[in-house]
């Protein structure tokens, strides 16, 4: 059974340009969640997708958008890079809390 | 608001020594808890999860935890450590209910295991 899947692994961007990420989810899992980690505030939640609605939001600024798409594949945009946004972004899947979430490997971001 | 506390940034232990990882959560119910593991650049590993019934739960690699309610613990346990479960640890939990709680786990800040030989 495949996992799942982000790509890229690595990015590097620079200030001021967009940036977009993806996530495959396992098969049959309609959730897709996204995190945020960086050394200094740890893993923050961005937001979660099912069914192509976004169900959840964190406190993010509007930077950071995302979408899903009828096959539960989803992406994450980050518009107008800032340096702050060099992180590990890590993508969640799941059939529903009570399964449990499975993470994918990550995008790696240095925005430069 | 909820939160999760893991008292230790950072703990070194002996090769075959027994390990507990603290983990406090701050929540009106007793909402779904999970332990994570990752290595070094990598992405997170389920090591275990408790949402009802019997509180000490098995997972994976040796690991085991007990959730005790009325301490709104739930710490992780291993008899004995080998070199290759040095790794950052996090605890999560997401609440038990809809709406505002999908998909948002809430995790602690981490607990950094290192195995000396």
């Known amino acids: 059974k495949a996992g799942v899947t982000q790509t890229p692994r690595y990015l590097i961007k620079t200030r001021g340009q967009q940036v977009t990420l993806s996530c495959s989810p396992i098969s049959g899992h309609r959730s897709v969640s996204w995190y945020q980690q960086t050394p200094g505030q740890g893993l923050q939640f961005l937001f979660e997708?099912?069914?192509?609605?976004?169900?959840n939001k964190g406190n993010f600024p509007g930077r950071f958008s995302g979408r899903q798409f009828s096959n539960s594949r989803s992406e994450m945009n980050v518009s107008t890079l800032e340096l702050g946004d060099s992180a590990l972004y890590l993508c969640?899947?799941?059939?529903?809390?009570?399964?449990?979430?499975?993470f994918g490997s990550g995008t790696r971001l240095t925005v430069v | 608001a909820q939160s999760v506390t893991q008292p230790d940034i950072h703990i070194t232990v002996s090769e075959g020594a027994s390990l507990e990882l603290r983990c406090n959560y701050s929540y009106g119910a007793t909402p779904y808890l999970f332990w994570y593991v990752q290595s070094p650049g990598q992405g997170l590993q389920l090591l275990l999860k408790?949402?009802?019934?019997?509180?000490l739960v098995q997972g994976i690699k040796g690991f085991e935890a007990e959730f005790k309610r009325s301490q709104s613990s739930f710490n992780l346990r291993k008899p004995s450590v080998h070199w290759s479960d040095a790794a950052e640890y996090f605890c999560?939990?997401?609440?038990?209910?809809?709406?505002?709680?999908?998909?948002?786990?809430?995790f602690g800040q981490g607990t950094i295991l290192t195995v000396h030989p």
């Open positions: 969640a899947s799941s059939r529903d809390s009570y399964y449990g979430y499975t």
């Open positions: 999560a939990v997401v609440p038990n209910a809809g709406g505002t709680s999908y998909g948002k786990l809430t």
């Open positions: 408790y949402f009802s019934g019997d509180t």
């Open positions: 997708y099912f069914s192509e609605t976004q169900r």
